[in-house]
């Protein structure tokens, strides 16, 4: 199983970028899709989007569509979310999971998750 650590999380002013990486270990992340999920306090996981195992694809949600990047290197085994003109409702724990399949839009279809970073975007 691959392990997964997320990190470049914190705090930013409304208009501003962040872009979080996800380092993996124990396998290379080239086999897997990658997603990118969010969770704000109170509110249940949600889908932010994802990169499919060749890099070539990607999807994501209405929400931060237009906004919101997603690519990978896999000589370095990390995946990147590049957030641009966030917004408050940004506002949550970031993470990142690997999945053997594609589109996987649901928690359910990742088996392998990182601990998360926080993302606080103020006014």
């Known amino acids: 199983q691959v392990q997964l650590v997320e990190s470049g999380g914190g705090l930013v002013q409304a208009g501003g970028s962040l872009r979080l990486s996800c380092a993996a270990s124990?396998?290379?992340?080239?086999?897997?899709?990658m997603g990118w999920f969010r969770q704000a306090p109170g509110k249940e996981r949600e889908f932010v989007g994802a990169?499919?195992?060749?890099?070539?694809?990607?999807s994501y949600a209405d929400s931060v569509k237009g906004r919101f990047t997603i690519s990978r290197d896999n000589a370095k085994n990390t995946v990147y979310l590049q957030m641009n003109s966030l917004k408050r409702e940004d506002t949550a724990v970031y993470y990142c999971?690997?999945?053997?399949?594609?589109?996987?839009?649901?928690?359910?279809?990742?088996?392998?998750w990182g601990q998360g970073t926080q993302v606080t975007v103020s006014a």
């Open positions: 999971a690997a999945s053997v399949g594609w589109l996987r839009v649901t928690p359910s279809g990742y088996a392998s």
């Open positions: 124990g396998r290379t992340l080239s086999t897997y899709s």
């Open positions: 990169i499919r195992f060749g890099g070539g694809i990607t």
